[in-house]
């Protein structure tokens, strides 16, 4: 068994990463892969999303599969799918654990985190996508793990392909156009945070070597609310006559669910490894469908249930009495991706798992920290110096789990105003500086340009006139995508930057009538 | 004679004898083009105006020998659908490197640095499909080869610019003709900006000059401008198809500046209204009146 479900971990783990490297444009206004089908298939955003936003996208429905395999086989997806969980695996395999190492016994926090996290979804909080494993992975590789990996492959290749060694750089560069093709992104992504985001994914593999898969068994909440579901589980481990308390299964136990202790079996925590039959001496251990159920029953402990579900609903005020939330309106830099639904109702959905960042064509997209408060942590944020909305593209809409960016048709999305450009005279060449300079309108993609030229006589310094193009926005034409910020020749402060004012999305950050 | 020098001229004699009408025909073919400035072929196809257009000023045989290295250079700088008018047409691009083999090219690469996205440009376009079935090698540009160069021109002094350009054999030029804020059209030589590195939005402060100061170091073989469709508004990427007109003309120079000049024409203007024709013209990169050019103009 334990070779069959090493051979389901690493087909899922690869499958989860092959369709991760598809998360990336190639062209098309299409990925032409199934890239979110892993967060399609997670139970727990798709209850904390009906909970917080009473709604949900209609993939989502793929995670009753889950719901349903898990009543049916138990815990299966966390010993035989989760891609982090795999990782989790992986990891802990790297250290030699010795025989009948005592283990915490902690496994109740993730009841609570869960608990914690329904009775906030409950209030419309919606904080799943923090700690949930496949929102939490995904983030983690998009934009922390995978820039990391690539400006290292990068940086090697540039350096051989710099040095200039005869003979080397034709086969280096051959492995680096295969690698290109195959792995690499198309261009070096570059992340806000990445080294925060990283540190908190390394620290949670690194907890393997403090007790194997120790995010699985003492802090994920998917692992909690399948551990529910899986106690009612038709699949049933039991131990026969034939046992003689010798201890191995729990030394090889992953799920640290007392095999050994007949009385103190924890099926919830059982991720059905397998372990346990494999390495069972006395063939003792078995598994079987419609048995009797040998194990205890779970005790949260009433106080602790109580406490978690009221930090729960406090986490909600707490989060959210911020002086943002008196003006309705958070920073004006706050330029959400074109389809998002109004403010309030995107961080009902948006689970942070970082999907629509890794598929921005021009890495504008880029997470959050305190703008839009600590509910919106990590939340996409579109930053138009590093890269803009590019006009005909509609791609992080279509990668979007919950719905909290609308997938949009391109005629729809090409009218979707994300903001407004506004011009700083002060700084603008042609208004500043009596210097020619058009980029801003050059680039503008709208088919009639929101940005027009006023034509202006102006004196140089030596009082002789000349003719100067000077850049206008349109109010009405202006979309917001920011190309004119990310191409302004102004370095600094640009001189046309974006706000959200007249974002299509509110009623009330209008500047127009 | 040695040995080589007497294979050598053997092997020339026997192409003589084997081809000598045809032989006869390309030199027939080069003293008429010869005196040919300018192509102007129009037709509703444009693979078939583009054959014939380089046909009528002696044949890609005339530019491009057995063995070269071609880059052909289209505009595909932004994300538009070829109908909009802000690429070139992928048709004429298509044809250009067909040609460009059948006159014995050993490689023919094809690429711009766009303004847009480039994966999106280059599918978008519909250039790098049409390219690559024509059997050219379409690459995304490789910053690594972004390398200074001396140009000490009116406005730029140096520029980072894409090597293989100075590593090719020979470059045809594929630009659209097309309405731009600044220029006030772009065609040949702005195209060249598609091989400037760094942060090239800064050369509008003094464009013309600019334009011309690349051309002092870019040498085309051959300028093909796709006048099929242009756009005529909110150039240089348009999106609107009422600002397309669709002309069905390509023309075909190996002086660009007399392809520029001839282009305003396109959209009712002189070359004289382009301050970069002007400037090219003044320095004597090239020549401004059309009156002075022979034009030749086919209809298929």
Same mark, same amino acid.
């Given at each position: 068994m334990q070779n069959l479900r090493r051979i389901s971990q690493g087909i899922f783990l690869l499958l989860f990463l092959f369709l991760f490297l598809q998360t990336e444009s190639k062209g098309r206004d299409e990925l032409g892969y199934p890239v979110k089908i892993f967060l399609d298939f997670d139970p727990l955003i798709f209850i904390t999303t009906i909970l917080?936003?009473?709604?949900?996208?209609?993939?989502?429905?793929?995670?009753?599969?889950?719901?349903?395999?898990?009543?049916?086989?138990?815990?299966?997806?966390?010993?035989?799918?989760?891609?982090?969980?795999?990782?989790?695996?992986?990891?802990? =395999?790297?250290?030699?654990?010795?025989?009948?190492?005592? =283990?915490?016994?902690?496994?109740?926090?993730?009841?609570?985190?869960?608990?914690?996290?329904?009775? =906030? =979804?409950?209030?419309t909080l919606q904080l799943v996508g923090i700690i949930d494993p496949i929102s939490l992975l995904i983030r983690s590789l998009s934009l922390s793990i995978y820039p990391l990996f690539n400006y290292s492959i990068r940086s090697i290749f540039d350096t051989i392909y710099s040095l200039d060694f005869r003979g080397v750089v034709g086969i280096s560069e051959s492995i680096y156009s295969i690698l290109k093709k195959g792995i690499l992104s198309f261009q070096q992504p570059f992340y806000n945070q990445s080294i925060f985001i990283g540190v908190i994914f390394f620290l949670i593999l690194g907890l393997n070597l403090v007790e194997r898969r120790f995010w699985c068994r003492y802090l994920c909440p998917l692992g909690a609310f399948l551990g529910i579901l899986s106690r009612y589980s038709f699949l049933k481990r039991s131990v026969s006559e034939g046992c003689d308390s010798c201890g191995i299964c729990a030394s090889v136990?992953?799920?640290?669910?007392?095999?050994?202790?007949?009385?103190?079996?924890?099926?919830?925590?059982?991720?059905?490894?397998?372990?346990?039959?494999d390495v069972c001496p006395q063939n003792a251990v078995s598994f079987?469908?419609?048995?009797?159920?040998?194990?205890?029953?779970m005790d949260l402990g009433k106080r602790r249930v109580i406490v978690s579900m009221l930090s729960g609903m406090f986490a909600v005020p707490l989060l959210r009495a911020t002086p943002l939330s008196k003006s309705g309106f958070s920073n004006p830099g706050l330029i959400r991706p074109p389809g998002s639904l109004e403010e309030r109702?995107?961080?009902?959905?948006?689970?942070?798992?970082?999907e629509c960042m890794k598929v921005c064509i021009t890495n504008g997209l880029q997470p959050t920290f305190l703008e839009a408060g600590l509910e919106g942590i990590w939340s996409p944020v579109l930053i138009s110096r590093i890269g803009y909305c590019e006009y005909r593209c509609t791609l992080c809409g279509q990668v979007c789990p919950t719905g909290a960016i609308k997938r949009l048709e391109l005629k729809e999305k090409v009218k979707i105003k994300i903001g407004l450009a506004m011009i700083d005279k002060g700084r603008c060449l042609p208004y500043a500086h009596a210097t020619p300079c058009i980029v801003c309108e050059e680039v503008c993609p709208t088919p009639k340009k929101a940005i027009w030229f006023e034509n202006v006589k102006v004196k140089d310094r030596h009082g002789k006139g000349i003719?100067?193009?000077?850049p206008r926005v349109d109010l009405e034409l202006c979309i917001g995508c920011g190309i004119c910020e990310t191409r302004c020749p102004v370095l600094g402060q640009p001189a046309i930057y974006i706000t959200n004012i007249g974002e299509s999305r509110s009623k009330e950050n209008q500047l127009l009538l | 004679m040695d040995r080589r020098e007497f294979l050598k001229l053997a092997a020339i004699s026997g192409i003589g004898f084997s081809t000598a009408g045809s032989f006869d025909k390309l030199i027939k073919s080069v003293e008429a083009s010869e005196k040919i400035d300018l192509v102007v072929a129009h037709g509703a196809s444009?693979?078939?105006?583009?054959?014939?257009?380089?046909?009528a000023i002696g044949g890609m045989k005339r530019f491009v020998s057995r063995g070269d290295i071609v880059i052909v250079k289209p505009n595909m700088a932004f994300d538009r659908l070829p109908e909009q008018a802000a690429n070139t047409n992928p048709e004429v691009v298509a044809t250009v490197v067909k040609l460009c083999?059948?006159?014995?090219?050993?490689?023919?690469?094809?690429?711009?640095?766009?303004?847009?996205?480039?994966?999106?440009?280059y599918v978008q376009s519909g250039i790098a499909d049409a390219a690559r079935a024509s059997g050219a090698e379409v690459n995304h540009i490789d910053e690594r080869k972004f390398k200074d160069i001396r140009i000490n021109g009116q406005a730029i002094k140096t520029w980072p610019l894409y090597t293989e350009i100075f590593e090719a054999d020979k470059i045809i030029n594929i630009p659209i003709a097309k309405h731009h804020g600044l220029a006030k059209l772009t065609m040949a030589m702005k195209n060249w900006m598609g091989i400037m590195g760094?942060?090239?939005?800064?050369?509008?402060?003094?464009?013309?000059?600019?334009?011309?100061?690349?051309?002092?170091?870019?040498?085309?073989?051959?300028?093909?401008?796709?006048?099929?469709?242009?756009?005529?508004?909110?150039?240089?990427?348009?999106?609107?198809?009422?600002?397309?007109?669709?002309?069905?003309?390509?023309?075909?120079?190996?002086?660009?500046?007399?392809?520029?000049?001839?282009?305003?024409?396109?959209?009712?203007?002189k070359g004289s209204d382009l301050g970069y024709v002007k400037v090219a013209d003044k320095l004597g990169l090239g020549t401004m009146d059309i009156s002075k050019l022979k034009i030749k103009r086919i209809s298929i």
């Open positions: 917080s936003a009473h709604a949900v996208a209609k993939a989502f429905y793929l995670s009753i599969v889950v719901v349903i395999v898990t009543i049916i086989f138990g815990r299966v997806f966390c010993g035989w799918v989760c891609p982090l969980g795999t990782l989790n695996n992986i990891t802990g =395999s790297l250290k030699k654990w010795r025989f009948n190492m005592a =283990s915490r016994n902690w496994h109740r926090v993730k009841y609570y985190i869960l608990i914690f996290l329904l009775a =906030s =979804s409950l209030f136990c992953q799920g640290n669910a007392a095999p050994d202790k007949k009385e103190d079996w924890k099926d919830a925590e059982c991720l059905y490894c397998w372990n346990c039959d079987g469908f419609f048995r009797k159920r040998t194990a205890t029953a109702e995107f961080l009902k959905r948006c689970v942070k798992c970082g003719i100067m193009k000077q | 444009p693979s078939k105006i583009t054959d014939a257009a380089i046909d083999y059948e006159a014995g090219a050993k490689k023919v690469k094809v690429f711009d640095r766009t303004v847009n996205d480039p994966r999106r440009c760094g942060t090239r939005r800064t050369i509008h402060q003094k464009l013309d000059e600019s334009l011309v100061d690349l051309a002092l170091v870019i040498k085309p073989t051959l300028t093909v401008l796709d006048a099929v469709r242009i756009l005529t508004a909110n150039g240089p990427q348009g999106g609107d198809i009422d600002d397309v007109k669709r002309l069905d003309t390509v023309i075909v120079g190996i002086d660009q500046v007399a392809v520029d000049s001839f282009g305003a024409t396109l959209f009712g203007m």
